[in-house]
């Protein structure tokens, strides 16, 4: 009997140290979202149903029950079925060209010229004499005629106003009479090297002007206020949380940028992360190419690490780089550009610790950066340069496997596939088109692939380019079992693309794209579980909440989580 009571006695001690000790030891944390569906990403690919967050970290990934008793916060929140993902990021984007492009006349998507000559109407109708006028987005190809369009349509509606239209690729304007006048280009301008002026038959320019021929004229808008510039990256930042963006690699940056920048975070009115690459050959280039990088500055809001420049130009205004002739266009093999400073730029970054990303296109664009980085890793000391190749949009299929051989980053945009397909072929041929936004290929060889939506380019939408990346398929869903299916992504890589794999482009494994303890509170909350919905229904999933390091950037309009 004695021993019996001593028994229960031990027992109930044991029992109430044990819950002292589940108790004392239930931690703190900020936020704590239960009942949703976590993809963490990591190694093992753990799905969880909560995640707990400490300050600006992550600090458990578990099931429900489990985090409940283990922390202890003052916002629980339910996330009643929705998807966390880890935050997104656009591995490749301009933000001050969506700034701009939110600030000018949209054209994207619009399917006759006369329809671009009624929106420029509307927007000269409310601009005061003697300002520009821009717009975006404009694409011949969607178009009946396909043909490129001429000044003369702008001036019926713009005789006073000048007009500068940039195409959807970025890599050609058309613009009015009067800005050509302003410009001083007349039938004597010549073209430029690396730039084409399209001219009708009597030898005038005809209104369109085609990669480094587009600075003929663009030389001659007055550039934007530092507080002109200030106000479009504010409103790009804003946009991008409203898509689940946490991070934008920007591609080709100035000093009033850099400087913008740095203030924006010191005030602590960034909301979303910024890796940054400096524009190449320029001064803010030659100026900071031989000091350190800027790294994770304002406790990692800002990083200034790369270096982009350009080796040839787009597929859709024919200035990308092919080894042979473009298919609807014999004699054309596209521009180059950069040839003699390509090198000496790479070798620069690589010497000061900065990573080379170079935009390439066509095939020959493609040789050309390879064989370039190729030269020189090998005259450099081992290392882990992650040098990247921007767009890497049609590869001779012996290039390939170059990347992985050479640790060349391919960083590509889904939604080109599908935004192009349409006429890629009709530039490239049947052989060419093989090696043509060759994902599945690429991953086979072993890279991985840095995703991005080149933003303004093409819409900004992160969900959309993962949508493109699973199905290549359009909005609507042709062709239906996808364009060149055999290179179509899982779901699981195109994930990675927007997070993990964007993270190692920057060097920043370490610190995000998994959801993992330990790791930055970066996340995307969103209404459907796009890793296993019907393909079509990833275009109708929201994003409900945008978090960046623990703090809530973006929240859908009454769909605030219960707590
Ligand atoms: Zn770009």
Redesign the pocket.
């Known amino acids: 009997m004695k021993q019996s009571v001593t028994g229960v006695i031990l027992c109930v001690v044991t029992i109430v140290a044990f819950l002292y000790f589940v108790n004392s030891s239930s931690r703190e944390a900020t936020m704590l979202f239960v009942n949703g569906t976590v993809y963490t990403l990591d190694r093992n690919n753990t799905v969880g149903q909560a995640l707990a967050i400490h300050g600006s970290r992550i600090v458990a990934v578990g099931t429900s029950d489990d985090l409940k008793n283990r922390f202890i916060s003052d916002t629980v929140i339910d996330l009643q079925g929705q998807t966390v993902m880890p935050g997104l990021i656009d591995g ?3 933000m001050y060209g969506l700034g701009q492009l939110l600030q000018s006349v949209i054209l994207v998507g619009v399917k006759t010229p006369e329809e671009v000559v009624q929106r420029v109407k509307e927007r000269v109708d409310q601009t005061p004499l003697g300002q520009w006028i821009y717009g975006r987005g404009w694409d011949q190809n969607l178009w009946p005629s396909k043909e490129f369009p001429v000044a003369a349509m702008l001036d019926a509606v713009s005789p006073n106003h000048p007009v500068v239209l940039i195409r959807v690729d ?1 890599h050609a304007i058309w613009v009015n009479s009067k800005a050509m006048k302003i410009a001083r280009v007349t039938k004597e301008t010549k073209d430029p090297a690396g730039g084409r002026i399209l001219r009708s038959s009597d030898g005038e320019p005809a209104g369109v002007f085609i990669d480094d021929a587009r600075d003929l004229v663009e030389n001659s808008v007055p550039p934007p206020s530092a507080e002109e510039i200030e106000l479009c990256i504010l409103r790009a930042a804003a946009e991008c949380t409203k898509v689940g963006i946490t991070e934008v690699h920007d ?2 940056i100035d000093s009033v940028r850099i400087a913008i920048y740095k203030k924006l975070v010191d005030e602590g009115r960034l909301p979303i992360r910024i890796y940054a690459a400096i524009g190449a050959p320029s001064t803010t280039w030659d100026e900071w190419s031989t000091q350190k990088p800027l790294i994770g500055y304002g406790n990692g809001m800002f990083t200034l690490r790369a270096m982009k420049m350009y080796v040839d130009g787009a597929l859709g205004s024919r200035g990308a780089a092919l080894v042979e002739s473009y298919s609807d266009d014999p004699g054309n093999r596209g521009l180059t550009m950069n040839e003699t400073t390509l090198e000496p730029n790479i070798r620069k970054a690589i010497e000061h610790g900065y990573q080379p990303c170079v ?1 390439a296109i066509g095939d020959r664009g493609n040789h050309i950066v390879l064989n370039a980085y190729e030269k020189i890793l090998m005259s450099v000391p081992k290392g882990n340069y992650r040098p990247r190749i ?2 890497a949009q049609v590869l001779l299929l012996e290039d390939i496997p170059r990347f992985s051989q050479l640790g060349v980053l391919p960083s590509m945009q889904p939604i080109h596939a599908t935004s192009d397909m349409y006429w890629a072929e009709a530039r490239l041929g049947p052989k060419r088109i093989k090696g043509a936004y060759a994902w599945h290929s690429l991953l086979q060889n072993g890279s991985i692939i840095v995703g991005g939506t ?1 933003f303004p ?1 093409d819409g900004m939408n992160p969900l959309w380019n993962f949508y493109s990346a699973i199905t290549r398929s359009d909005r609507t869903g042709y062709p239906q079992d996808g364009w060149y299916r055999e290179e179509k992504m899982s779901r699981d890589e195109a994930a990675r693309c927007f997070t993990q794999w964007a993270a190692y482009g920057a060097f920043e494994e370490g610190q995000k794209g998994t959801l993992e303890p330990g790791k930055l509170a970066d996340l995307t909350i969103l209404s459907k579980d796009i890793m296993t919905i019907p393909s079509a229904d990833i275009l109708s999933t929201d994003v409900v909440t945008t978090i960046v390091g623990g703090k809530v950037v973006y929240q859908k309009a009454g769909a605030a989580p219960a707590q």
């Open positions: 490749h984007a301009h970025g591609m080709g935009h921007e767009h080149d380019n």
